[in-house]
């Protein structure tokens, strides 16, 4: 498969990739550019403002999720038709797994889609020291891959300076983004905040693209891009035929966090996925026969989330009823019987479970995780393994311990989650290309073929 493509990396988070990738999209869209975007790591914000900017859903990314081979897959299957993909790195060039690894980091991405690097150094108080980071990272691995850099937070007189001995290192000198603080995207809790958050989003979007196309050489890196070699992934396994049923995923302001990869299981598998609102919606959609309850903010909108009685009243029945159900993160506070809010006040929830979530000050666990059944589960067998992640500064009365997590590097693991009749839920976010068995069982008892 012909797919030009570059990867943005950069030495940390918070050097600028999400809103210069971003921008990028933005002016190459304008341009009439096919383009695709892409997020290395297990990030659910960062493919929320991609789509926003380019119109079709950001591809996930993680070589701990998937092995090499499903990989190239996925990044094939959305990627094609494309002019030129997007790949926005994660946290610093090399971080991996672990402290000491560069395991699954994106450097191991651009490794295995064989694509060309783009550093971006933020150059924030300095000039020719930003430099040395470039050539540290280059040296860092023989085959860095580093083949053009951006400077964010530079002005165009010390980038114009600086573009001769960036030369001479035999990297290419893509441009430079001058400090503008009004076209940022701020952070928060969580990370970024969404999409649907920022005032005038389109404009600021078209703002930073004006800007790029000035400070910033496209057509380089268009250039660059084109200069990946083709790329070949390995057919998948005929998909299970399935029974067509419809599917009720939570998706709104409160409840965004979605894997496009995800979804696309659903989908390959025969699941007919409805959307509907926990938010604004007061009941579920009609002829629902399962119901998924994604992660995301319901703290930002508890109060909102309990006043719509209806809706919590109808997705507590339904459980009870037996409606098979996978709730992760957000969704499984939704479940609770309270949920404190940001500033302190505690909401009814759903009450699926009998207890209270409530908000902590630190990230209490997080990170990459391989979850094992500790016995036979709803849709997870005991022994059975599926990949995730968790991430959040909240807690639960009860977190639940018909899994087990295990961190992929250390020692480190811990039990969680509930399972009774046909719900699963948790604080685990689940990546279901990494067991698609799991998602079949929760279709099956869907269909009530189990």
Same mark, same amino acid.
């Given at each position: 498969?012909?797919?030009?493509?570059?990867?943005?990396?950069?030495?940390?988070?918070?050097?600028?990739?999400?809103?210069?990738?971003?921008?990028?999209?933005?002016?190459?869209?304008?341009?009439?550019?096919?383009? &695709?975007?892409?997020?290395?790591?297990?990030?659910?914000?960062?493919?929320?403002?991609?789509?926003?900017?380019?119109?079709?859903?950001?591809?996930?990314?993680?070589?701990?999720?998937?092995?090499?081979?499903?990989?190239?897959?996925?990044?094939?299957? &959305?990627?094609?038709?494309?002019?030129?993909?997007?790949?926005?790195?994660?946290?610093?060039?090399?971080?991996?797994?672990?402290?000491?690894?560069?395991?699954?980091?994106?450097?191991?991405?651009?490794?295995?889609?064989?694509?060309?690097?783009?550093?971006?150094?933020?150059?924030?108080?300095?000039?020719?020291?930003?430099?040395? +980071?470039?050539?540290?990272?280059?040296?860092?691995?023989?085959? @860095?891959?580093?083949?053009?850099?951006?400077?964010?937070?530079?002005?165009?007189?010390?980038?114009?300076?600086?573009?001769?001995?960036?030369?001479?290192?035999?990297?290419?000198?893509?441009?430079?983004?001058?400090?503008?603080?009004?076209?940022?995207?701020?952070?928060?809790?969580?990370?970024?905040?969404?999409?649907?958050?920022?005032?005038?989003?389109?404009?600021?979007?078209?703002?930073?693209?004006?800007?790029?196309?000035?400070?910033?050489?496209?057509?380089?890196?268009?250039?660059?891009?084109?200069?990946?070699?083709?790329?070949?992934?390995?057919?998948?396994?005929?998909?299970?035929?399935?029974?067509? +049923?419809?599917?009720?995923?939570?998706?709104?302001?409160?409840?965004?966090?979605?894997?496009?990869?995800?979804?696309?299981?659903?989908?390959?598998?025969?699941?007919?996925?409805?959307?509907?609102?926990?938010?604004?919606?007061?009941?579920?959609?009609?002829? +629902? &026969?399962?119901?998924?309850?994604?992660?995301?903010?319901?703290?930002?909108?508890?109060?909102?989330? @309990?006043?719509?009685?209806?809706?919590?009243?109808?997705?507590?029945?339904?459980?009870?009823?037996?409606?098979?159900?996978?709730?992760?993160?957000?969704?499984?506070?939704?479940?609770?019987?309270?949920?404190?809010?940001?500033?302190?006040?505690?909401?009814?929830?759903?009450?699926?479970?009998?207890?209270?979530?409530?908000?902590?000050?630190?990230?209490?666990?997080?990170?990459?995780?391989?979850?094992?059944?500790?016995?036979?589960?709803?849709?997870?067998?005991?022994?059975?393994?599926?990949?995730?992640?968790?991430?959040?500064?909240?807690?639960?009365?009860?977190?639940?311990?018909?899994?087990?997590?295990?961190?992929?590097?250390?020692?480190?693991?811990?039990?969680?989650?509930?399972?009774?009749?046909?719900?699963?839920?948790?604080?685990?976010?689940?990546?279901?290309?990494?067991?698609?068995?799991?998602?079949? &069982?929760?279709?099956?008892?869907?269909?009530?073929?189990?």
């Amino acid at each position: 498969m012909n797919s030009p493509r570059v990867l943005f990396a950069a030495p940390s988070s918070g050097s600028g990739k999400t809103t210069i990738v971003c921008g990028l999209l933005r002016a190459l869209k304008n341009r009439g550019r096919a383009v &695709r975007a892409f997020k290395c790591g297990p990030d659910f914000i960062d493919p929320l403002f991609h789509e926003k900017v380019v119109g079709v859903p950001s591809g996930t990314l993680d070589l701990f999720f998937s092995p090499e081979d499903q990989f190239k897959r996925l990044f094939c299957r &959305r990627a094609a038709g494309a002019e030129v993909s997007l790949i926005e790195g994660v946290m610093g060039y090399y971080d991996g797994l672990g402290a000491a690894t560069d395991q699954a980091s994106s450097y191991a991405v651009a490794k295995a889609l064989d694509a060309p690097v783009v550093l971006i150094v933020d150059s924030r108080g300095q000039s020719l020291s930003a430099l040395a +980071t470039l050539t540290g990272f280059l040296r860092f691995r023989p085959d @860095s891959r580093i083949r053009g850099v951006i400077f964010n937070r530079m002005s165009e007189g010390v980038f114009a300076a600086l573009k001769p001995e960036v030369e001479h290192l035999g990297v290419r000198s893509l441009g430079y983004v001058p400090k503008v603080p009004e076209l940022m995207i701020k952070s928060r809790h969580l990370g970024l905040v969404t999409p649907g958050e920022i005032a005038d989003l389109g404009q600021k979007l078209d703002n930073l693209a004006a800007l790029l196309e000035q400070s910033v050489d496209l057509n380089g890196l268009l250039t660059l891009a084109s200069e990946a070699p083709a790329l070949a992934a390995p057919a998948a396994s005929p998909v299970p035929p399935m029974p067509k +049923t419809k599917i009720a995923v939570a998706r709104d302001e409160a409840f965004c966090f979605l894997y496009q990869d995800n979804l696309d299981v659903l989908g390959d598998l025969g699941a007919e996925i409805v959307f509907f609102s926990p938010l604004h919606d007061l009941a579920l959609p009609q002829g +629902t &026969r399962g119901l998924i309850l994604p992660g995301g903010y319901p703290e930002l909108y508890a109060r909102e989330l @309990s006043e719509n009685e209806p809706m919590r009243q109808g997705i507590r029945q339904a459980i009870e009823n037996g409606m098979p159900c996978l709730a992760e993160c957000g969704g499984f506070l939704y479940l609770h019987r309270e949920l404190e809010d940001m500033e302190g006040s505690f909401w009814p929830m759903a009450g699926a479970l009998d207890a209270k979530a409530y908000r902590t000050k630190k990230l209490g666990r997080f990170g990459y995780i391989t979850l094992t059944a500790n016995e036979d589960t709803a849709f997870l067998p005991a022994g059975e393994a599926v990949r995730g992640h968790e991430f959040h500064y909240y807690e639960s009365e009860d977190c639940g311990d018909v899994l087990h997590a295990q961190k992929p590097t250390g020692s480190r693991g811990w039990d969680c989650g509930h399972s009774r009749s046909l719900l699963l839920m948790g604080f685990p976010h689940l990546y279901y290309p990494s067991d698609p068995k799991l998602v079949e &069982r929760f279709l099956r008892a869907c269909a009530k073929e189990v």
